[in-house]
């Protein structure tokens, strides 16, 4: 059986990819300006994407948000 992945590794994936963006986006090796100003420039960038392709932003942050809350509820579960 696999080892359940805690909100703290998802939160650090999270970061790795919004510093991964931040980086490639203006260079240096960290954040360019604070983190909540670089999470909104990266979904703008993602909302550009979804357009692009067809799909539907809202749907997806909707079915994230349902994934949120269901992750942190199964976290509290546990024992």
Same mark, same amino acid.
């Given at each position: $059986? *696999? &080892?359940?992945? *805690?909100? +703290?590794? #998802?939160? $650090?994936?999270? =970061?790795? !990819?919004?510093? =991964?963006?931040?980086? #490639?986006? %203006? !260079? ?6 604070? +983190? ?7 979904? *703008?960038?993602? $909302?550009?994407?979804?357009? /692009? #392709? !067809?799909?539907?932003? *809202?749907?997806?942050? &909707? /079915?994230? =948000? !349902?994934?949120?809350?269901? =992750?942190? +509820? %199964?976290? #509290? /579960?546990?024992?």
């Amino acid at each position: $059986m *696999t &080892k359940p992945i *805690t909100n +703290a590794e #998802r939160a $650090m994936w999270a =970061e790795i !990819g919004l510093l =991964e963006y931040a980086i #490639r986006k %203006e !260079g240096g090796d960290g954040f360019y300006d604070d +983190a909540e100003l670089v999470l909104s420039d990266f979904l *703008t960038e993602l $909302m550009h994407y979804a357009q /692009r #392709r !067809g799909i539907d932003f *809202t749907c997806c942050i &909707k /079915r994230a =948000e !349902g994934h949120h809350e269901d =992750e942190v +509820a %199964e976290e #509290r /579960r546990a024992p």
